[in-house]
């Protein structure tokens, strides 16, 4: 942990109403991330982390304030670790009405504040602002602090692997805007939708995926959710590498590949949980889970591989 | 062997089988020596009481020490705490104390109870220790009172009775990801083995979600000490309590993602104890969650 007053991320004000900055912000590097924070280390290390700097807000009869801010290699890294969990209520700080560059059904939320917690992502940095114990004063704080955090920083879009998500497949699934999940680690997937116990599908920081979930549309009868995994991985190889891999290990009985197509491969089972499918173009994957039949699973994989192709046709 | 015989998938869990699978060392490295046992169902005690957490969530440690007493009483049934401390640990032993200093700590007030209950046993002052660390800690007692405080966890499932001796091991890297499953394994490391004398769960204020790092959002006022001397039979009430609140707050299922394996695998792997559980239930009776 070093000082870095003179390089730090944000300026962030001495005082603030009755809050008073504690006079040393910590930077923390990747090296030190787990002494201070244990295994939650792993999160930030799953995306690509720069550095942390730590500061601290205390003031006569309240309890601390934590501003944690976490300086990424990318915009995406940043909105993948906002991603992890839409809940809260969306702050209007100065960037957080744009959605900039869409898609339609993202809400455009860059700031969600909850019981006294706000996470923020601005471009490549993602903070979060903390009351131990909310109040109203505190939220108050908490809030400017947000404010100034994202003051004169820009307003990067979301990645394009996100905006490649189809809103809906068919008439029948829909697409949840408060439960996709940009991320690059076999750790955080399984946070969020477990595959397996080892990284079967070759996830590591040089590729980018986004998970997201599609409940039955309200005039449907019922049913569950399909799930969906969209991979881009670094070159074509990898990618035909980790759909083998995956192959292997989940659908072990079938022994056979995908079928090739002109692109690459697909392929679509039924398994214990429903129809599952996978497609290959190139170095883009995508995965469906929990298909009600195969025509579902057809439609959400091949419309997937049409945006993801169209993605990289444009090099987005 | 092949990949597919070593690691455990969805599908697995789908199918129902990932008990039996993680049972019988399915994962990599889950050791060789599988003891499964048919055991008698476990007591736990839930203890609650709605004014443990006074405004501003600050303990209220008056009704804290009531609650402790209680629930020793409980669990030994002895008629009163110091009889219930002496029947759980020697005079003449080294007293660990192990509460959980990351991702919602160990109230401190619980610990300060704790120890100022063996001390008015008798336990000489120098022979109650502060516990939690690297394996020395443990070697250095020759009895443990495990105090981890309630919580999931992001690369474990439940991060709770189980992980809180991952210190012990002195690599706890080496149960991170998909090894955590063999996190009980820890307990019966030489200096770790029939040394816990009681678990007891700090369930003031859990949090069901989402870590790694604390989230108010899912944090709430439960208000209650979980305690018994099988971990594995405090580990599933302690995980029923996180899953049924997931469910509660989502109005849907949620479902604890990853998996906690290691709940499973330390009943059925390393033998430490049943989730067969009979639940004594006292105090405050709003949204159990049992």
Request: hydrophobic residues 40%; positive net charge; aromatic residues 8%.
């Amino acid at each position: 942990m070093n000082r870095a007053a003179e390089t730090a991320v944000v300026d962030l004000p001495r005082t603030l109403g009755v809050w008073t900055r504690s006079e040393e912000i910590r930077r923390i590097l990747p090296d030190k991330i787990f002494d201070y924070m244990d295994g939650a280390g792993e999160l930030y290390l799953g995306y690509r982390f720069k550095y942390l700097e730590v500061a601290e807000y205390s003031a006569p009869g309240e309890d601390q304030i934590l501003v944690e801010l976490y300086r990424m290699d990318s915009s995406d890294d940043a909105f993948g670790l906002l991603s992890g969990d839409w809940g809260g209520e969306p702050v209007e700080t100065d960037k957080t009405r744009m959605k900039n560059g869409g898609p339609a059904w993202f809400p455009g939320h860059r700031a969600l504040y909850g019981a006294g917690l706000l996470r923020i992502w601005s471009d490549n940095l993602y903070a979060r602002v903390m009351a131990y114990r909310e109040s109203a004063q505190s939220k108050e704080a908490v809030l400017r602090l947000g404010r100034v955090i994202t003051g004169g920083r820009k307003s990067a879009p979301a990645p394009a692997l996100v905006r490649a998500l189809p809103e809906e497949t068919g008439a029948a699934f829909r697409l949840r805007t408060d439960r996709f999940c940009y991320f690059r680690s076999n750790l955080v997937l399984n946070s969020v939708y477990f595959l397996s116990t080892k990284n079967i599908l070759d996830l590591d920081r040089s590729a980018e995926a986004v998970t997201a979930s599609y409940p039955p549309a309200p005039t449907s009868v019922g049913g569950r959710s399909i799930q969906l995994v969209l991979i881009r991985y670094a070159d074509e190889k990898t990618a035909r590498n980790a759909l083998a891999h995956f192959e292997r290990v989940y659908l072990p009985e079938k022994r056979i590949s995908a079928p090739k197509t002109s692109s690459g491969s697909e392929g679509f089972w039924h398994i214990e949980d429903g129809w599952m499918g996978c497609a290959r173009s190139g170095r883009v994957l995508a995965l469906v889970f929990e298909c009600p039949d195969r025509t579902a699973a057809v439609e959400l994989v091949s419309d997937s591989i049409k945006r993801l192709n169209g993605l990289e046709a444009r090099h987005e | 062997m092949n990949e597919h015989h070593t690691c455990l998938t969805r599908r697995d869990f789908v199918r129902g089988t990932l008990g039996a699978a993680v049972g019988a060392g399915t994962i990599a490295g889950a050791g060789a020596s599988g003891q499964q046992r048919s055991l008698p169902a476990s007591r736990v005690t839930v203890l609650r009481d709605q004014n443990a957490l006074a405004a501003g969530n600050k303990v209220d440690s008056v009704v804290l020490k009531r609650m402790l007493a209680e629930t020793l009483q409980t669990v030994t049934g002895e008629k009163s705490a110091r009889n219930a401390w002496l029947s759980l640990v020697k005079l003449s032993d080294v007293v660990g104390l192990v509460p959980t200093p990351h991702l919602n700590p160990t109230h401190q007030e619980l610990v300060d109870l704790i120890r100022e209950g063996l001390l008015e046993a008798g336990i000489p002052r120098g022979r109650v220790v502060l516990a939690q660390g690297g394996p020395e800690k443990a070697k250095s007692c020759t009895a443990l009172i495990s105090l981890p405080g309630l919580k999931a966890h992001w690369l474990t499932g439940i991060g709770t009775v189980l992980k809180n001796y991952i210190m012990y091991s002195g690599s706890p890297s080496s149960y991170h990801d998909e090894n955590n499953v063999k996190l009980g394994e820890i307990w019966n490391l030489p200096h770790v083995k029939g040394k816990t004398r009681l678990i007891i769960v700090d369930a003031l204020r859990p949090l069901c979600d989402k870590g790694p790092q604390p989230d108010p959002r899912y944090m709430w006022n439960y208000s209650g000490l979980i305690a018994g001397t099988d971990p594995v039979a405090v580990e599933t009430v302690s995980l029923g309590i996180i899953t049924r609140k997931r469910q509660a707050l989502r109005g849907e299922p949620w479902p604890i993602s990853p998996p906690p394996l290691c709940v499973a695998a330390a009943e059925q792997r390393y033998g430490l104890g049943t989730s067969r559980v009979h639940v004594d239930q006292i105090g405050w009776a709003l949204d159990p969650l049992l």
